[in-house]
């Protein structure tokens, strides 16, 4: 019995490509339970444009240049940009090398948030797996817009999983720490894909013989190449995390993930600690007396099932 189209669930995924971006699109257009409204950009990985072209270029590999792509903030709220370039490369993607876009992006990203969310209350996913900056951008030029939103899937914060990028923070949440507090408080419907939940899931170097000699496939060798080196250099095991692709299977089949609802805050002024998920953990009778606000989060998941799903799904048969 083949999925029923008219049941997919419309969604706007905002991104900073990157690599796990590129797959998470990739992830998200080969799911026919999900429909793509939109692609929104953010700085983060690395500077927006750049972010924005790699979109436009893994849309042009998809052959789906009819998914429209919006730029939207250049830099934080607050804060000086920071890059993962290290880990993404200089051009965003890897080792991969996609033709230039032959389109240009179709509008602002936060402006299109907005209308679509206004004009379709509770039907749209927003799913976020970037510097939060454009969702708390179009929180404060609308205030409540976010809560119009059927979900919000985040792929950010760590809980009780060491950070990334710092000690204690994961890159979207410290790249944006102001952002991503006034998301969790906005009352929006979020559910979190923390650190906790996508440390369990990798793309294995083995994963990649199984990908065929298409231009996609090709792709994604390519791409996750430096970053499955640099992984194997500091933890002595080509992988990369799918960290992107699990906030998109949020919304394709939440039956993969384990859920906790967990009270939490974001430290934004700390030397040592922006971007950290201040969890309460404190053994209260009541949870009216815990710190931060009440948070979904995935906090386990079936990997063998997410990763079939994956594999099954980022290479559209056609490219
Ligand atoms: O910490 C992982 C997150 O930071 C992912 O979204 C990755 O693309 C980077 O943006
Ligand atoms: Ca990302």
């Known amino acids: 019995m083949g999925f029923d189209p008219s049941d997919s669930r419309p ?4 991104a900073d490509p990157g690599v796990d971006d590129a797959l998470a699109i990739m992830l998200a257009l080969g799911s026919p339970e999900l ?22 270029k893994v849309l042009a590999l998809l052959g789906r240049d ?18 993962a370039t290290e880990v993404h490369g200089p051009g965003g993607l890897g080792d991969s090398a996609l033709p230039l876009p032959g389109r240009s992006p179709a509008g602002d990203a936060v402006s299109f948030m907005i209308e679509t969310l206004s004009t379709r209350p509770r039907e749209v996913t ?7 900056t454009n969702l708390a ?40 720490p102001d952002a991503a507090r006034q998301v969790l408080r906005s009352g929006a419907s979020v559910t979190l894909a923390p650190l906790d939940v996508t440390h369990r899931v990798a793309l294995e170097a ?6 065929p000699a298409s231009p996609a496939g090709v792709f994604v060798r390519e791409a996750v190449r430096p970053a499955m080196d640099l992984i194997g250099r ?20 939440p039956s993969v993930f384990g859920f906790e609802t967990v009270f939490a805050d974001v430290e934004t002024e ?50």
């Open 11 to 14: 969604v706007i995924l905002d």
């Open 35 to 56: 429909d793509v409204l939109g692609i929104c950009t953010v700085s983060g990985n690395v500077p927006l444009d750049i972010g924005t072209g790699n979109a436009l």
């Open 66 to 83: 009819e998914v429209p792509v919006y730029p939207g903030a250049e830099g934080p709220l607050r804060k000086e940009a920071v890059y």
């Open 126 to 132: 927003l799913i976020a797996v970037g510097p939060l």
């Open 137 to 176: 951008l179009a929180e404060a030029q609308a205030p409540g817009v976010l809560k119009k939103a059927r979900e919000v899937c985040v792929m950010g914060g760590a809980v009780d999983e060491p950070g990334n990028v710092t000690p204690v923070a994961e890159f979207n949440f410290f790249a944006d």
């Open 206 to 211: 083995s994963h990649l013989a199984q990908l």
């Open 234 to 253: 500091v933890q002595n095991r080509h992988r990369i995390y799918l960290h992107d692709p699990l906030a998109v299977g949020l919304a394709i089949d």
């Open 270 to 319: 700390g030397i040592l600690t922006a971007g950290q998920v201040v969890a309460d953990r404190r053994s209260f009778s009541k949870d009216g007396n815990r710190k931060g606000l009440p948070v979904n989060c995935a906090m386990g998941v079936d990997a063998g099932r997410f990763l079939a799903l994956f594999l099954s799904r980022i290479l559209p048969s056609a490219v």
